[in-house]
């Protein structure tokens, strides 16, 4: 059971937008901006999409936004594109001794 | 640009070490951040392991602390990791990746982010 809570899977069509959702606690996602999103295809390595809740590394496209609202973090794709089909972690700081903790994961898939 | 690459045996005997390298270029590992290891069970999520910093202080996931050590070669300009012990559940695509420690005022250091990643390498746990 991951420390972070995220849906399964989502869905959407290209040029739709879609937003997944991270629930954590206060001694992560509430109580620090540290956020992170990671982008995942298959057979291949996380790339960092969104740090710090909401600021893109560069080369990293601005239909990726993250915001955050309590102890809920949320990355939104806008104009989705086949290649936007993916596996999404979220991942915050921790306070606690774990250092650092991970979502479950999301699976994206663009009908 | 800094990339990352993982190197190490594929297969390990249950019970035996795994040990992995991960060598850095573009970028000097005594020019600072941490250096993390995490790994994936197929088909499953991410688990950070632990992380070093050039001086050689590391952090630990708690529940794999007892088999865990990480060591730096600045010389090299890589890392390493020895799991100890290993069980079919360690079995797990490892990868090694660059990590911005965040240091908060009255809690415990963390991560910030992992901005840069290796390609990563499956280890398999079978006899």
């Known amino acids: 059971q991951s420390a972070l809570t995220q849906p399964a899977s989502v869905s959407g069509s290209p040029g739709q937008s879609i937003t997944i959702s991270c629930t954590g606690t206060?001694?992560?996602?509430?109580?620090?901006?540290?956020v992170s999103w990671y982008q995942q295809h298959p057979g291949k390595a996380p790339k960092l999409m969104i740090y710090?809740?909401?600021n893109r590394p560069s080369g990293v496209s601005n239909r990726f936004s993250g915001s955050k609202s309590g102890n809920t973090a949320s990355l939104t794709i806008s104009g989705l594109q086949a290649e936007d089909e993916a596996d999404y972690y979220c991942?915050?700081?921790?306070?606690?001794?774990?250092?650092?903790?991970f979502g479950g994961g999301t699976k994206l898939t663009v009908l | 640009q800094v990339q990352l690459q993982e190197s190490g045996p594929g297969l390990v005997k249950p019970s035996e070490t795994l040990s992995l390298t991960c060598a850095v270029s573009?970028?000097?590992?005594?020019?600072?951040?941490?250096w993390g290891w995490i790994r994936q069970p197929p088909g499953k999520g991410l688990e950070w392991i632990g992380s070093?910093?050039?001086?050689?202080?590391?952090y630990y996931n708690p529940s794999l602390k007892s088999r865990v050590t990480i060591s730096v070669d600045t010389s090299k300009n890589q890392f390493s990791l020895k799991l100890s012990s290993v069980t079919a559940a360690d079995t797990a695509v490892y990868y090694c990746?660059?990590?911005?420690?965040?240091?908060?005022?009255?809690?415990?250091?963390?991560?910030?982010?992992?901005?840069?990643w290796g390609q990563g390498t499956l280890v398999t746990v079978s006899s």
């Open positions: 991942s915050s700081y921790t306070s606690s001794s774990t250092y650092v903790v």
């Open positions: 710090d809740v909401s």
């Open positions: 990746a660059r990590d911005l420690l965040i240091v908060v005022v009255a809690a415990t250091p963390g991560s910030g982010y992992f901005d840069y």
């Open positions: 573009g970028y000097s590992i005594s020019s600072g951040y941490y």
């Open positions: 070093i910093y050039h001086s050689g202080s590391t």
């Open positions: 206060s001694s992560d996602v509430g109580g620090y901006n540290y």
